[in-house]
């Protein structure tokens, strides 16, 4: 495969001739990343990311990346979300645990094995994790320190692990920039070094004899066959299943044909003083190379042994559109997609996700009459500037979509609110519209005649920036898992202001702001109650317990008279939540344990009497409310179990209290 047109003939049965064109069409567009460096989910093109650097998709389509500088792994789903996998945005650490407990250090190269455990270079802390299709995260070797040590998994020491692969016999390979060298992680655990030595430096060969400088990227072939971006030597290198090592692709081609313009060969170093490149390799052996020193992407046609440039013009930006004019700023990684010719790119300094889809185009031409050639058309250059209306400042990140009278393009504005596009030539009307997050649609329509090229100004208007609605998520409270068709109602008093229920991922986002009472509802769980303040962006997070046998509610807004069993009406609303519950769960029997504070201190018979007293009263009010008197027993405790300092009024007032067991589910 190629991205150039070639010309093949192919005759006819019956003696004639025809020509077969073949052509090969290079798109670029952006997935996920709206240009903006920081956190944010949602919509993939008005995520926020952080230097993403690490890339695999699954066959259903999710793109898993590894985001450096928020120190998480993410992905973008099918449906065009950005969505958490793992991690704490932003917060660098070393934990196993699900999902949202897991902590990661600056996450490198990622990939996925057949039953769907994704596997991680934990960058800085020296270690490869692995991230369970249910969310559980944990350690498969390393992260016991940098070192240069081969054994069992957690005993083996890794320096900066960078990318990682699996074959078809199971095995892992992890490639260190560290410790420059290729490491194999074996289906037992173990760790065994396969080739590089642990210093820098060039050397082809077997085993530990063999050196890498720096090595970025990592990609294996239909046959076990690896691939190493050696970015200090700026080469790609080959590793055989038997462990030879040999030099691949050098640094200016040799012994391959270049099509087209290289200018000056592999580079990989990046802005930042480091190296960023990767690899991948699609079915037919031909490999694909993210070289971020030199902002391009370059195919590497193994059989025809040529070399071009599939995408990018050596100049940094971020421009969608034909791969010959689209730009990238320091693409670090690439990865073959859910098809074989679909590749999606970490873009590191744009802080975005690219795709690269190419398209084979094939056409017969039947032999024409020879004749003065006539002068082909010439495509339009459009050269496009988004400006804001007022400031005349570049708008970044816009996406433009331009047009024509037989095909539309999407285009994304650069550092300096530029696209370019080509455009068919002929006389036509031109429509220009641009969107994005914080200004006004803006849109324009203008006659394009021959020539060129077209050069364009859309103005955008800053819109008020969008109220973002309160975000509440309900989880079990063990495993953090989202909790769906939770009923959520918001209180003003005893008025019921506003109620829904939770999405398949625990999600209820309510419309209106202020002062409510939150409560939230789901069979087998006990009833959540809380007074928030619920303003736009704000959010809540509710742990919902569940009702299983020998679990406790404690309740702190059950309000008796001083000194006294009486039950105060203020009490009401909790212990209407709590009839309602054994309503919804007519299985459920509970027992109800009253507590006093250490009260006087000379008679701790009357707190044990009060204490009994107390709980037989809220037995009393929820056999009144229709629970029947068999699913209800009280016991008093006193002053025996406090679980707070009974010395400050704070933590009397949470001593006296009234807890719910359950004692059959």
Same mark, same amino acid.
């Given at each position: ?115 769907? *455990? #994704? @596997?991680?270079? !934990? ?5 490869? %994790?692995?991230?369970? =299709?249910? $969310? /559980? &995260?944990? +350690? ?32 892992l390979w992890v490639l260190e920039s560290g410790n420059h060298a290729l490491r194999k992680i074996t289906p ?36 076990? *066959? #690896? @691939?190493?971006? !050696? ?5 790609? %290198?080959?590793?055989? =299943?038997? $462990? /030879? &090592?040999? +030099? ?71 421009i969608d559109g034909q791969g010959k004019y689209a730009r990238f700023f320091e693409p670090v990684e690439i ?331």
């Amino acid at each position: 495969m190629r991205a150039v047109a070639g010309l093949f003939c192919l005759p006819y049965l019956w003696g004639w001739a025809q020509t077969l064109e073949v052509t090969y069409k290079v798109e670029v567009s952006t997935v996920a990343g709206s240009g903006r460096v920081g956190y944010r989910g949602g919509p993939a093109l008005e995520a926020a990311l952080n230097r993403p650097n690490g890339i695999t998709v699954d066959k259903a389509g999710h793109i898993y990346f590894s985001d450096d500088d928020n120190h998480c792994v993410r992905k973008v789903t099918p449906d065009g979300q950005v969505v958490l996998v793992a991690g704490q945005p932003r917060r660098a650490g070393f934990q196993d645990g699900d999902r949202e407990e897991a902590a990661f250090a600056s996450p490198h190269g990622l990939t996925l094995d057949p039953a769907g *455990n #994704l @596997y991680v270079c !934990d960058y800085l802390n020296h270690a490869i %994790r692995r991230i369970s =299709p249910s $969310g /559980e &995260v944990t +350690t498969l070797a390393g992260g016991n320190g940098g070192g240069f040590q081969d054994g069992p998994g957690r005993q083996a020491q890794f320096l900066y692990p960078i990318a990682i692969v699996h074959d078809s016999k199971g095995n892992l390979w992890v490639l260190e920039s560290g410790n420059h060298a290729l490491r194999k992680i074996t289906p037992q655990g173990r760790v065994v070094t396969v080739a590089g030595n642990g210093s820098p430096g060039y050397r082809d060969g077997k085993g530990r004899e063999t050196q890498f400088n720096s090595p970025v990227g990592l990609a294996i072939d239909k046959n076990d *066959n #690896l @691939y190493v971006v !050696d970015a200090g030597n700026r080469c790609i %290198r080959k590793i055989t =299943p038997t $462990g /030879e &090592v040999s +030099t691949f692709v050098s640094l200016n081609f040799r012994g391959w044909t270049i099509r087209g313009e290289l200018a000056g060969g592999l580079n990989f170093s990046t802005s930042g003083g480091g190296y960023g490149g990767g690899v991948a390799v699609d079915p037919e052996g031909n490999l694909y190379i993210a070289d971020g020193g030199r902002h391009i992407v370059y195919q590497i046609n193994a059989a025809e042994k040529t070399v071009e440039i599939l995408a990018g013009t050596g100049r940094p930006g971020w421009i969608d559109g034909q791969g010959k004019y689209a730009r990238f700023f320091e693409p670090v990684e690439i990865c073959l997609g859910e098809k074989p010719n679909v590749f999606y790119v970490c873009d590191y300094r744009n802080a975005a996700i690219r795709r690269i889809t190419i398209e084979k185009l094939e056409k017969y031409r039947k032999p024409q009459p020879v004749d003065t050639p006539k002068a082909a058309p010439q495509p339009l250059a459009l050269q496009l500037t988004v400006i804001e209306e007022g400031t005349g400042q570049p708008i970044v990140g816009a996406q433009v979509h331009v047009t024509c009278p037989d095909k539309t393009l999407s285009l994304l504005t650069s550092a300096r609110g530029e696209a370019q596009a080509e455009l068919p030539p002929g006389s036509y009307t031109l429509t220009l519209s641009a969107t994005k997050e914080g200004y006004d649609p803006a849109q324009k329509s203008l006659k394009v005649q021959e020539g060129g090229p077209l050069r364009v100004e859309l103005r955008m208007r800053k819109s008020p920036p969008p109220v973002r609605p309160f975000y509440l998520r309900v989880v079990e409270e063990k495993s953090k898992a989202p909790v769906a068709g939770a009923r959520v109602q918001l209180l003003s008093g005893a008025t019921l202001a506003q109620s829904g229920t939770t999405s398949s991922e625990g999600v209820y986002q309510p419309t209106l702001s202020g002062t409510y009472t939150v409560e939230v509802t789901h069979k087998g769980f006990f009833p959540f109650a809380q007074t928030v303040e619920v303003r736009p962006g704000d959010s809540l997070v509710v742990l919902l317990k569940k009702a299983e046998t020998g679990a406790f509610l404690r309740e702190t807004r059950i309000y008796f008279e001083p000194n006294s069993p009486v039950l105060k009406p203020s009490s009401y609303p909790a212990l209407d939540r709590i009839a309602d519950f054994l309503k919804q769960n007519p299985s459920i029997r509970l027992r109800i344990h009253g507590h006093t504070d250490i009260g006087s201190l000379e008679d701790p018979q009357h707190n044990q009497r009060l204490s009994e007293e107390r709980a037989i009263n809220v037995r009393q009010y929820l056999i009144r409310k229709g629970i029947s008197p068999d699913r209800l027993q009280a016991v008093g405790h006193g002053n025996t179990q406090p679980i707070a300092d009974n010395s400050t009024p704070e933590g009397r007032a949470l001593n006296r209290r009234v807890e719910f067991e359950v004692i059959s589910p």
